[in-house]
């Protein structure tokens, strides 16, 4: 029985969101939007796409911070993927298929607004972890549209075209299953996405390990 994969969205670590999203406007075109807020010692935006896809820019803003630490030290001042996070049509069912506990989430939105949600597998990285909302499909579609309006790119961005991971096959199909994700595999032995792709109407872009200027 299918689990009803899709891409929800890729994190992308930066050392800075302003100036990360700031190039990715002057050299792709596409618009950004403040994410929520954090407390660990990073700060995010937000690129929507199609909706309700998104690219997650998580950066830097107090590396005496346990999450600033962390994520200081895994970008060894580089950008790159981090991870990607899978939509799901029923958590429960697909956490209890792995074996994993569902917790539940609330983020508060620098406009204001909270978001609620509930996810599994967040222990697990780099493997993908799965999320529902708790508000409903058409709920959330509407929220992604209003952030895509207000991202206005200069491009008009779709959804993800492939994700690229490495890893050995057997983790990876055991994980996502028989989905038709558009998976593709990497020349590495370590788990985890290092590229990601979306479709766009000037071309692909493609997300990978950048120097930071």
Same mark, same amino acid.
């Given at each position: 029985?299918?689990?009803?994969?899709? #891409?929800? @969205?890729? +994190?992308?670590?930066?050392?800075?969101?302003?100036?990360?999203?700031?190039?990715?406007?002057?050299?792709?075109?596409?618009?950004?939007?403040?994410?929520?807020? @954090? $407390?660990?010692?990073?700060?995010?935006?937000? #690129?929507?796409?199609?909706?309700?896809?998104?690219?997650?820019?998580?950066?830097? &803003?107090?590396?005496?911070?346990?999450?600033?630490?962390?994520?200081? &030290?895994?970008?060894?001042?580089?950008?790159?993927?981090?991870?990607?996070?899978?939509?799901?049509?029923? +958590?429960?069912?697909?956490?209890?298929?792995?074996?994993?506990?569902?917790?539940?989430?609330?983020?508060?939105?620098? %406009?204001?607004?909270?978001? &609620?949600?509930?996810?599994?597998?967040?222990?697990?990285?780099?493997?993908?972890?799965?999320?529902?909302? %708790?508000?409903?499909?058409?709920?959330? $579609?509407? @929220?992604?549209?209003?952030?895509?309006?207000?991202?206005? @790119?200069?491009?008009?961005?779709?959804?993800? &075209?492939?994700?690229?991971?490495?890893?050995?096959?057997?983790?990876? %199909?055991?994980?996502?299953?028989?989905?038709?994700?558009?998976?593709? =595999?990497? %020349?590495?032995?370590?788990?985890? #996405?290092?590229?990601?792709? +979306? =479709?766009?109407?000037?071309?692909? +872009?493609?997300?990978?390990?950048?120097?930071?200027?």
């Amino acid at each position: 029985m299918s689990e009803g994969f899709f #891409i929800d @969205h890729v +994190i992308y670590g930066v050392q800075n969101v302003d100036v990360a999203a700031k190039r990715l406007r002057r050299e792709f075109g596409l618009g950004s939007v403040p994410g929520g807020l @954090h $407390l660990g010692g990073t700060t995010n935006r937000l #690129i929507p796409l199609e909706p309700p896809a998104y690219i997650e820019l998580l950066g830097i &803003s107090d590396p005496t911070k346990p999450d600033g630490a962390w994520l200081t &030290s895994t970008l060894a001042g580089c950008e790159r993927v981090l991870w990607w996070v899978l939509s799901v049509d029923d +958590i429960d069912r697909s956490a209890q298929q792995r074996g994993l506990p569902v917790q539940s989430g609330l983020m508060q939105m620098t %406009d204001g607004s909270s978001l &609620s949600f509930r996810t599994a597998g967040m222990n697990r990285y780099p493997l993908p972890f799965f999320v529902a909302y %708790d508000a409903g499909p058409q709920a959330r $579609l509407n @929220h992604m549209r209003r952030l895509l309006a207000e991202a206005a @790119h200069d491009c008009r961005p779709g959804q993800f &075209s492939w994700v690229e991971l490495g890893g050995p096959p057997e983790v990876l %199909d055991g994980w996502h299953g028989d989905s038709d994700l558009p998976i593709r =595999a990497a %020349d590495s032995a370590q788990p985890g #996405i290092t590229r990601a792709a +979306i =479709a766009c109407d000037a071309g692909e +872009i493609v997300f990978g390990p950048h120097a930071s200027s």
